[in-house]
């Protein structure tokens, strides 16, 4: 028997999922670098390694596509989500997903779109990011990962993202993804706002959307225009997201796609 995967993505941030139900899978870094390495994998930005806790709701084992854990994936959750409801194991509607950063509401809707509770978010403080010579001020925010969020007026559409900006590695000793933003429309005290996004993320490149990365965007955009709370519809490369930030938490709204489904050949898998 083969190993069961699935490839899926939200707003093109693309993942392959692997059903792990029991927990019996050995997914070692190299494993995940080779699934997701576009020549020689099935490529992907991250693997969603799916299993059921003992006591408690479905766990998703979230991996950076050069093999590195992190705590949260924004777009890999609406995709998780996407794959319960597709295998028979949640119920459209709402349902909980247990993420490293903590459990996250999900709302899967018939429209194949699903809803994610973020959770709190948090400022860290302000910092830049050095993109080709020019520096960039941002936000440092913490939806569960680390972000710097930089508002700018400098087009994101024209940056050149192939190198990782430099951060404060004191400020993120982690590492971070770092989001470039430009404010397309501003929604005013009670309108949703308009910004498009382009980011580099932590673990893999730039990518072409980062869920909690829209998030951070849209928090730091808030925090520039005085406020803690409000909406905005996000454009990222990959498509387009809605987040909401409240006082206690945040949303994230946004398409969420399985593509393919097959079986890894054991003795690929057994090699590596
Ligand atoms: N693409 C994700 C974020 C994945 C994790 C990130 N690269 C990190 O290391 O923190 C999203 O949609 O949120």
Redesign the pocket.
């Known amino acids: 028997m083969g190993v069961e995967f699935l490839k899926g993505h939200?707003t093109e941030?693309d993942f392959v999922v692997l059903p792990d139900v029991d927990n019996e899978l050995d997914l070692t870094e190299g494993r995940v670098r080779a699934l997701c390495d576009r020549q020689r994998g099935l490529g992907a930005?991250?693997v969603l390694r799916v299993v059921r806790l003992d006591l408690g709701p479905w766990f998703m084992d979230?991996r950076?596509a050069d093999g590195?854990?992190?705590?949260?994936?924004?777009?890999?959750?609406r995709v998780f989500a996407r794959y319960l409801v597709s295998a028979g194991l949640a119920p459209e509607g709402e349902f909980e997903i247990a993420t490293r950063a903590g459990k996250r509401a999900v709302t899967a809707h018939p429209d194949g779109s699903v809803t994610v509770g973020m959770g709190p978010v948090r400022l860290t403080g302000e910092s830049t990011a050095v993109l080709g010579g020019v520096e960039f001020a941002g936000v440092g925010v913490d939806?569960g990962?680390?972000?710097l969020a930089c508002v700018t007026d400098v087009p994101v559409a024209g940056l050149d993202l192939r190198d990782a900006p430099s951060h404060d590695a004191a400020l993120f000793p982690a590492?971070?993804?770092v989001e470039f933003v430009n404010v397309l429309a501003d929604g005013g005290m009670n309108g949703a706002g308009e910004l498009r996004m382009r980011?580099h993320?932590?673990?893999?490149g730039e990518?072409r959307?980062?869920?909690?990365?829209?998030?951070a965007a849209v928090a730091s955009w808030l925090r520039g225009t005085g406020r803690a709370t409000g909406a905005a519809d996000v454009l990222v490369p990959g498509g387009r997201v809605r987040v909401t930030v409240d006082e206690g938490g945040s949303t994230l709204t946004g398409p969420a796609v399985l593509l393919a489904r097959g079986e890894l050949d054991r003795s690929w898998w057994d090699a590596l």
């Not at 993320?201 to 893999?204: F, W």
Request: glycine share 22%.
């Open positions: 939200g941030n930005d991250g979230y950076n590195s854990i992190a705590e949260m994936c924004g777009n890999g959750v939806v990962n680390p972000h590492g971070v993804n980011v993320e932590r673990g893999v990518t959307s980062c869920g909690t990365g829209t998030v």
